[in-house]
């Protein structure tokens, strides 16, 4: 594994891989690895000649400086466990000013209105955050393909819409979502659960499962009331939003259409620890 913290010295290793053609596969993360973030550097090594991993607490997208601040930082395991899966990685871990510079504020971005739904807006700011650190990352790495986890489904799509819009030379490749034995989805945050919360914490997969098949029978509004109802039930969580919404455009459901494929969306607070994850209804 070769670990580099400064954008010179990394650019000047993938320069050497680009002369010769190679394609390269890139995998942004935050840290805090878990088996989901692997899944992601399989499918990069499956599919690439070299493949960058990407360790970087990108303080523009936290709108809360408290989570900025609990955000897991685990270096030295994140290291072990990339190494253990493939020594040939290539991991990029800079610091703040490396990204930034003197100044750490993020660009302003048009995503065609996919910010303004769901995360967009109970997170101001977030994916003029998300847009700048991608976009920065790219024009550093030069990937051919980039790995992103469906957990963060909204997100995918924003970054697919960046791509677009900016005509970055790169393909996005999303992947399925990882998700512990009881249904959690994995996720970085998880680790700040403990094990009870952990437990019922199952509670989130196990609603979105009910979820879809209700909405077989049911109007949207009507299993979003039910999904509401279900978590008023149980002082732990706090729902903070579930929405079913076009795939497409991420536009709330008002009434169904065969033509349309629909995904629902929760966010819930579990004892103030914020928590998403999504489903496709297809």
């Known amino acids: 594994m070769s670990l580099y913290v400064k954008q010179t010295e990394l650019r000047a290793c993938i320069n050497s891989f680009l002369l010769d053609n190679k394609t390269i596969g890139f995998v942004p993360t935050m840290g805090a690895l878990h088996q989901g973030h692997l899944s992601l550097m399989q499918e990069s090594l499956k599919n690439n000649d070299f493949t960058v991993v990407s360790i970087f607490v990108n303080p523009t997208q936290f709108n809360n400086p408290n989570d ?40 302003s971005f048009d995503y065609d209105g996919l910010e303004f739904q769901m995360e967009g807006k109970h997170r101001p700011g977030h994916f003029d955050g998300v847009g700048t650190i991608v976009k920065k990352l790219f024009e550093i790495v030069n990937p051919n393909n980039a790995y992103f986890g469906e957990k963060d489904f909204q997100q995918l799509a924003i ?39 952990r437990t019922k914490a199952a509670l989130i997969y196990k609603t ?52 349309k494929n629909y995904r629902a969306f929760i966010a819930v607070f579990v004892n103030n620890l914020r928590l998403i994850d999504n489903i496709s209804l297809k």
């Open 208 to 259: 979105l499962t009910e979820a879809k098949k209700l909405f077989g029978t049911k109007t949207a509004s009507e299993v979003t009331n039910w999904v509401t109802k279900t978590f008023k039930k149980q002082s732990i969580f706090e729902l903070e939003y579930f929405e079913i919404a076009d795939e497409e455009t991420l536009l709330t459901c008002k009434r169904k259409s065969k033509t």
């Open 68 to 107: 900025l601040k609990k955000y897991p930082r685990t270096i030295e395991s994140d290291l072990e466990k990339i190494n253990a899966l493939n020594s040939d990685i290539i991991v990029y871990a800079p610091n703040v000013e490396d990204i930034y510079g003197e100044k750490t504020v993020s660009k």
């Open 159 to 197: 970054v697919k819409k960046l791509v677009k819009k900016n005509k970055i030379p790169v393909n996005i490749v999303g992947c399925t979502i990882h998700r512990e034995v009881n249904g959690l989805a994995m996720s970085s945050r998880n680790e700040r659960l403990s094990a009870d919360e």
